[in-house]
């Protein structure tokens, strides 16, 4: 339970970092983003996996590129949804989808399944190898 609270206060800095970012994406404020980001990953559970089975072709054809369009969709979805959270425009969401999935990527890299930072302690061995 204490992972599922970290990943989505890191999706909240995630989108909080893209309005910050880019112009056409507006957060009035974190509690905002904090419910723009449980819609987002509402969304991200359901709506996506439908939406990139029924878009398969497509997505084969662009080499997973459309994969970014459906995440613009569906954040195009959650600022129409939530107060205080707006995206004005395709590419805006676009860009700040982009933005959301490398911060969330980032922040999440360092936490494990139980919601702790996970540090990787490597000590050198013999002949050059790393364990």
Known sequence: ??????????????????????????????????????????????????????????????LGLFTFVINAFLLKMASGVIPGFEVHGFWPALFGSLIISLVSWLLSSLINDRGRVEVIDLKKRSGNRWE
């Open 1 to 62: 339970m204490k992972g599922i609270l970290i990943r989505w206060l890191i999706l909240t800095v995630a989108i909080l970092s893209a309005a910050y970012l880019l112009d056409g994406m507006e957060v009035r404020g974190f509690t905002s983003a904090f419910f723009a980001a449980a819609v987002l990953g509402i969304l991200n559970a359901v709506l996506r996996p439908v939406l990139i089975i029924l878009t398969l072709p497509l997505n084969i054809l662009s």
